[in-house]
């Protein structure tokens, strides 16, 4: 019997392409979601973190006749048990686009596992952007993803450098406030920034193929782009979902994403660009320090020493080992970081 005279599914099985399965079984799913939103357009798949859950909205704006299903980083191992699961999930997708993770969120691999099991996946980077927020660090044992264990802070598990070290020194809060200050700021390092900042992040990108000159460039014209070190602002996340749809064939809708949408990374936490930082980059600034609102109740809001108190409220109750930081065992190693800090 000849090749081309075998049934369709039997062929799959003597070819190196595609299997003929993988569609075959996705169609439900397809027909599902598009029965669901109305859109029959190409499905989607947006794997990765809070940035890759705005991007997927932003996709259901930008590609209105597409069905777009985010997938959770932080929920991997529960929603779909092994990398196999997860690539069966996404062969059920016409697009796949993933921020990269690394293996131990996931039994059986990482994002490189799931590449190489369906190559149609495009990466596309984490925006992590520090010249605005100079002052943000994670507290606690980091090391091994599989037993995080961050330090909570009054802003989620945001915590100031400033404000640890002052605590790690025995400062009281009054003193620590006081280092809140342009000076300060230059001898640590937080006026300069910016070109470490831009290249850090540039360099990120291109690693995963997905250059940002033009995109950070642009988005410095408009501003500070930052809620947090790693909480873009909607319009760069608008930006990056207009970029894959355009790369991967599907004609984004020529609007705004913060004209339809809101910006929903705006109602978790945001951190102040501190004055004299600010000043830096000609825009205004503040000490006001905004928390994750509990439901429809209005945020907390702290100014810097309500900040500084709640910290150090917080680092009191805990023991040593939880009160870690790279930079501030940095710092602390410094005589001439620690003379500034206890200079009155």
């Known amino acids: 019997m000849a090749l081309n005279d075998l049934p369709r599914r039997a062929r799959s099985a003597f070819t190196l392409s595609t299997p003929s399965w993988a569609p075959t079984w996705a169609t439900p799913w397809r027909n599902r979601a598009r029965a669901a939103t109305g859109r029959d ?51 059920a997708h016409d ?38 927020h100079p002052d943000m660090v994670y507290v606690g044992q980091a090391s091994d993803l599989a037993a995080l264990k961050l330090t909570p802070s009054p802003l989620g598990q945001y915590h100031s450098a400033i404000v640890l070290t002052g605590h790690r020194l025995g400062l009281d809060a009054g003193r620590t406030a006081g280092l809140f200050r342009e000076d300060v700021f230059a001898r640590l390092g937080y006026l300069d920034h910016w070109d470490p900042a831009v290249r850090e992040l540039i360099g990120a990108a291109d690693a995963l193929g997905f250059g940002l000159e033009r995109e950070v460039t642009r988005w410095a014209r408009r501003g500070a782009f930052m809620h947090l070190m790693n909480h873009p602002k909607v319009h760069v996340l608008g930006d990056i979902a207009r970029r894959l749809l355009a790369e991967s064939g599907i004609t984004p809708e020529p609007v705004e994403i913060e004209d339809y949408l809101g910006d929903e990374l705006a109602q978790d936490v945001v951190w102040p660009i501190y ?45 040593a080992s939880d009160l870690t930081c790279p930079r501030v065992e940095s710092w602390l190693a410094v005589p001439e970081i620690v003379a500034l800090f206890r200079a009155r």
Not at 104 to 123: I, M, N, Q, S, Y
């Open 41 to 91: 357009g190409p499905s989607i798949a947006v794997l990765g973190n809070c940035q890759a859950r705005g991007i997927a909205r932003a996709m259901r704006l930008l590609a209105p006749k597409s069905p777009v299903n985010y997938l959770p980083m932080g929920s991997l191992k529960r929603d779909h048990g092994h990398v196999d699961g997860l690539v069966r999930t996404l062969l």
């Open 95 to 132: 697009h796949v686009f993933s921020q990269a993770f690394p293996a131990g969120l996931l039994p059986g691999g990482d994002v490189a596992t799931v590449r190489a099991a369906d190559p149609r996946l495009k990466l596309f980077p984490s925006i992590v952007f520090s010249a605005f």
């Open 275 to 319: 004055p004299p930082i600010a000043e830096h980059f000609g825009l205004t600034g503040s000490y006001l320090f905004k928390t994750k609102p509990r439901g429809a109740d209005f945020p907390v809001l702290y100014d810097l020493p309500g900040f500084i108190a709640a910290s150090f409220s917080i680092y009191d109750a805990l023991p």
